[in-house]
């Protein structure tokens, strides 16, 4: 939906919650217009029910206002003295309609200076977890969201088992686009498995279709750009998994912010030329650096001299990612990630042979690398060059790029596009250029032969970006292996990660000391 649609969304609302307060408020000593009033309306209602004025920027917020507006219900119910449980149900079940019945049935008066405690031990459980529920949720949906790292593809930078601390604000929030979904979870709701949000469903791939449960795009400003090399996470752009439970279904339609969260290390930004030559990226003609906390992984072939290798040993004992096992009847091992210094200690081990390195060869076209165009023989290790698109920039369109920017145009961005003979026609409209909206990134792993990145999905619009890893709080190597050295240590910085786990721990007993010594200090008094 549209701002414009929203806003008449929003106006209904406001003249549906006129029509079944307006005789309340006239009870409560105020003026029935006040009902009708917009933002206003909510204020004053506020004070009716004796709670803080704040509680109406929390009805406008996304998702907390599914939390809230129960509560409100309730609320009003029960500052005309409807406080019996089934008052409490039927204000949740008629979805607020309860209030017409109050409104110009029942027989009610205003209870003023309401005790707004709760009334039993089961009412203080039931206020304390809504308290807790809509706190979370603001944490999460607007500053700091938990992460935790499912795969190898940027091990050394970021292990799997890494439990991290997502920002938000850096780049700036970007507010919830699925309307009607669960607090503080995805795409899938735990223990039931299914889907945590409310969306149309569709099977045929439509840029005119809209999902009417969908806000538009909007960003908080943040205070920082992506900058080259930044770890980020961001919406897989080509998800169309159904919930991470179901398989995949190529057709199957997935909102932007429920589509599958990914980090990945940002190589390319908005305006840049990239190309990958031997599986390393060059940027605008330059050899692309990563930080000294990062390092590239590739796949190789070894040759052991004996029986006696053991690959798993080896793997652990030279700090190798991905060892994949025998190959061939020759005994021949792959391993998919060895770093540089990795492999610098691994080849001179008296029981490897030989050490080959598995590249893909230039001008081969590699199985599922973006675009999937015939024309374009690209792989993982020889891709490019392409441009990442900036927002504002007009590039020459014609048939020969078109397979690079046409997801761009059309799903991105929500253009009709066809073609007609050698002429593109946008919106119905022949065109030999393209002005972008957005801008767009290239995401990869340092694990470059064993990651779903870029090279298969293309660009990242920024509206799919969620935030930037800021903090290691928890790590684990399998179950039963903590790693305390990565306990509380940054993801970005020079140097090797530092753990401030100990002073944490003594900030943490501090406090809890001071505010027993003061609790303590004040029964005395």
């Not at 973006?370 to 690209?378: C, E, L, T």
Request: net charge positive.
């Amino acid at each position: 939906m549209t701002w414009t649609e929203w806003f008449i969304v929003i106006v209904i609302i406001q003249v549906i919650h006129g029509l079944g307060t307006w005789k309340l408020y006239q009870k409560a000593d105020r003026q029935a217009w006040e009902a009708f009033v917009p933002i206003y309306n909510g204020v004053v209602l506020m004070k009716i029910i004796n709670r803080p004025w704040w509680w109406i920027i929390l009805m406008f917020l996304p998702i907390i206002n599914l939390i809230m507006l129960p509560v409100v219900w309730v609320e009003t119910a029960r500052s005309f003295g409807k406080n019996k449980p089934v008052d409490t149900v039927l204000a949740v079940v008629t979805f607020g309609f309860y209030n017409f019945y109050l409104n110009y049935v029942a027989d009610v008066e205003h209870v003023k200076d309401r005790d707004r405690d709760p009334k039993s031990s089961s009412g203080e459980w039931v206020s304390s977890i809504l308290f807790a529920v809509v706190a979370a949720t603001l944490v999460h949906t607007y500053f700091m969201q938990p992460y935790v790292i499912p795969t190898s593809s940027l091990e050394k930078s970021l292990l799997v088992g890494d439990f991290l601390f997502v920002s938000k604000f850096h780049y700036g929030a970007r507010t919830p686009m699925t309307a009607v979904a669960a607090p503080m979870v995805h795409d899938t709701l735990p223990i039931i498995k299914t889907k945590s949000y409310i969306a149309e469903d569709r099977r045929e791939l439509s840029s005119s279709w809209k999902n009417k449960l969908q806000f538009p795009y909007f960003r908080i400003p943040g205070f920082q750009k992506i900058k080259q090399n930044d770890i980020v996470v961001f919406n897989q752009p080509a998800d169309t998994m159904y919930h991470m439970y179901k398989p995949a279904d190529r057709y199957y339609y997935k909102p932007v912010d429920k589509k599958t969260n990914l980090v990945k290390r940002c190589v390319g930004l908005p305006g840049d030329s990239l190309e990958i030559r031997n599986g390393y990226v060059y940027i605008n003609g330059k050899k692309n650096t990563l930080p000294d906390r990062a390092h590239l992984q590739f796949s190789y072939l070894v040759q052991p001299k004996s029986r006696t290798f053991n690959q798993n040993v080896m793997a652990e004992r030279y700090d190798i990612t991905d060892p994949f096992g025998i190959i061939n009847a020759q005994n021949t091992y792959k391993f998919v990630a060895i770093s540089d210094a990795s492999l610098r200690k691994f080849k001179d081990h008296p029981n490897v042979g030989s050490i080959t390195p598995i590249k893909e060869p230039q001008g081969v076209r590699g199985a599922n690398i973006f675009p999937n165009d015939p024309n374009y023989d690209w792989n993982n290790d020889w891709f490019g060059p392409l441009y990442i698109p900036e927002a504002g920039k007009t590039i020459t369109l014609n048939l020969e790029v078109l397979p690079l920017y046409k997801r761009i145009i059309t799903e991105y961005e929500g253009n009709t596009l066809s073609v007609k003979g050698n002429q593109i026609l946008i919106n119905d409209e022949v065109t030999t250029s393209y002005t972008f909206n957005q801008d767009y990134y290239w995401m990869m792993g340092d694990n470059r032969h064993n990651s779903l990145d870029a090279r298969v999905w293309g660009f990242v619009p920024f509206n799919h970006v969620v935030g930037k890893p800021v903090f290691i709080w928890m790590s684990w190597n399998g179950l039963k292996n903590p790693r305390w050295e990565r306990f509380f240590t940054t993801v970005h910085g020079a140097g090797a990660p530092v753990s401030y786990l100990i002073p944490f721990l003594v900030l943490l007993f501090g406090y809890f000391g001071f505010m027993k010594w003061r609790k303590h200090k004040k029964a005395k008094a």
